[in-house]
C-alpha cells in the first residue's frame, strides 16, 4: 500500500478556509500519492482541480495559478553496477548505490503567495503535528 507521511508545519486561513503548509514524505510512488492522501485527511493541495470541488478549485484559481504541490528535496539511491572482464567474458556486479540529493526551492511565483499567507498564520507546534511520531 501507499505511504504518505504528513508533517504540520505552518496554519493560517484566507477567507475564512482553513490553508496548512505541510511536509510531506513517501516511501512509495503512487501516482497523485500526495495529493489523494492530502485531501483525505481533509488538507488537500491549493488549486488542485482533481480532489477538490469546482467552486474550490475557481476559488483557490483567484489567487494561485497553479496546483501548489512543490519538491523541495528528492533523496534517492543510484544503483551502480561494475563491469569486469575476465576469460570466460564480461561479468556485471551490483555495488550499492551512493545516496543521491536534489534541492529545489520554491519558484517565485509559490514563495510569494507563502509569504503573504504566512503573516497572518501560526507555526504548528508539536500537538498540532499530523502523524508526528512517523518524522
Not at 81 to 86: K, P, Q, R, V, Y
Not at 90 to 107: D, H, I, N, S, T
Request: with cysteine; hydrophobic share 40%; glycine share 6%.
Amino acid at each position: 500500500p501507499a505511504c504518505t507521511r504528513l508533517r504540520l508545519m505552518w496554519y493560517t486561513a484566507r477567507m475564512e478556509r482553513a490553508l496548512s503548509l505541510l511536509a510531506v514524505r513517501i516511501s512509495t510512488g503512487r501516482r497523485h500519492q500526495i495529493r489523494l492522501h492530502a485531501a483525505h485527511v481533509g488538507q488537500p493541495t491549493v488549486c488542485d482541480s482533481k480532489y477538490v470541488s469546482v467552486a474550490t478549485f475557481r476559488e483557490d484559481a483567484d489567487w494561485c495559478s497553479q496546483n501548489f504541490l512543490h519538491r523541495h528535496r528528492l533523496v534517492f539511491l543510484e544503483d551502480m553496477f561494475a563491469t569486469t572482464s575476465t576469460s570466460g567474458g564480461a561479468k556485471c556486479k551490483y555495488l550499492r548505490g551512493e545516496q543521491r540529493e536534489v534541492l529545489e526551492p520554491l519558484p517565485p511565483d509559490l514563495r510569494a503567495i507563502v509569504a503573504g499567507l504566512l503573516k497572518f498564520g501560526r507555526q504548528a507546534s508539536s500537538e498540532h503535528m499530523l502523524n508526528s511520531d512517523l518524522w
